[in-house]
């Protein structure tokens, strides 16, 4: 690169944003794993083990049922904004308590990391 050159960067995404509907969540979803669970944060994502395999939609509507048993809310709360078709998500979980939400998700990322 010529030395008048500076590289550009883009920043790195967080793993949760809280934003005025609930909080985005970036994910790492592992499909056809032997048991539904969340692994921790890996490369600026929290990995997730889901058993359903990624055809006909079957991971992401898991992935959406089990993200609503953890965090406590409705299933239609859970919605993938970005990412249906790649293990990489984007999903915002809806709620007026963002704050309850936000320490569910603490919880995860201090769990043992993979």
Same mark, same amino acid.
């Given at each position: 690169m010529p030395a008048?050159?500076?590289?550009?960067?883009?920043?790195?995404?967080?793993?949760?944003?809280?934003?005025?509907?609930? &909080?985005?969540?970036?994910?790492? &979803?592992?499909?056809? +794993?032997?048991?539904?669970?969340?692994?921790?944060?890996?490369?600026? +994502?929290?990995? &997730?083990?889901?058993?359903?395999?990624?055809?006909?939609?079957? +991971?992401?509507?898991?992935?959406?049922?089990?993200l609503a048993d953890l965090f406590d809310v409705p299933k239609s709360a859970v919605e993938i904004v970005s990412g249906e078709t790649s293990r990489h998500k984007r999903v915002l979980i809806r709620s007026n308590d963002t704050e309850r939400l936000y320490g569910i998700f603490s919880k995860f990322c201090t769990q043992n990391q993979t």
């Open positions: 008048n050159c500076q590289a550009m960067s883009r920043p790195e995404p967080s793993l949760c944003t809280v934003t005025k509907d609930g &909080i985005l969540l970036n994910l790492h &979803i592992q499909p056809r +794993a032997s048991k539904n669970e969340v692994c921790g944060p890996q490369d600026n +994502a929290l990995k &997730i083990r889901l058993t359903s395999p990624p055809v006909d939609g079957a +991971a992401n509507k898991l992935c959406r049922e089990f």
